[in-house]
T-cell receptor, first 114, second 117 residues
């Protein structure tokens, strides 16, 4: 399968714990995005990488959130000291170098914070 | 600021009926892209169409058609002869440029379409 893959698909954690999600984009896609989707809402932009450089972050991304893309391939999104409000689906998307915005999304990582 | 409004939260139709999903957007940019994505129960967003702001020509792809009207800032999506497999949440989105040339999609809240036998 050559699509965007995310791991884990589901994560249940207790409040205060740290969690990390991984995204493997489509091979050779140099741009990678993280979005967050809560129940009944559309996805909201969190952050964006071009290769290994994190070029933009949303105000939604508090200091408890950190994202990396160390070698310009896979990316990780870590949430420290999770809160119940962090419960959501975290979506990763990638795109080859163009300006059209046609993103290829993964199936998402669903986080439940108890 | 960009905004996308999908006023229809949920639509239920009987198979073979036609259905139109509404999308109204707001932006001050003169160059932008509009999108429709489908999100089936599995959760993965599936790209359906992209339209740039300079191309108001309507498009048809099989049972799907899109009506872009810049004068009313609308980008409506019609499914002809709906099928049960069309049941999903449909999102309209607006794209704006980011630093470095990337794009940020602003999504609407989605329309849940249920097609019943």
């Amino acid at each position: 399968d050559t699509g965007v893959s995310q791991d884990p698909r589901h994560k249940i954690t207790k409040r205060g714990q740290n969690v990390t999600f991984r995204c493997d984009p489509i091979s050779e896609h140099n741009r990678l995005y993280w979005y967050r989707q809560t129940l009944g809402q559309g996805p909201e932009f969190l952050t964006y990488f071009q290769n290994e450089a994190q070029l933009e972050k949303s105000r939604l991304l508090s200091d408890r959130f950190s994202a990396e893309r160390p070698k310009g391939s896979f990316s990780t999104l870590e949430i420290q000291r999770t809160e119940q409000g962090d419960s959501a689906m975290y979506l990763c998307a990638s795109i080859a170098r163009d300006n059209t915005g046609e993103l290829f999304f993964g199936e998402g990582s669903r986080l439940t914070v108890l | 600021a960009q905004k996308v409004t999908q006023a229809q939260t949920e639509i239920s139709v009987v198979e073979k009926e036609d259905v139109t999903l509404d999308c109204v957007y707001e932006t001050r940019d003169t160059t932008y892209y509009l999108f429709w994505y489908k999100q089936p129960p599995s959760g993965e967003l599936v790209f359906l169409i992209r339209r740039n702001s300079f191309d108001e020509q309507n498009e048809i792809s099989g049972r799907y058609s899109w009506n872009f009207q810049k004068s009313t800032s609308s980008f409506n999506f019609t499914i002809t002869a709906s099928q049960v497999v069309d049941s999903a949440v449909y999102f309209c989105a607006l794209s704006v440029l980011l630093t470095g040339g990337g794009n940020k999609l602003t999504f609407g809240t989605g329309t849940q379409l249920k097609v019943e036998l």
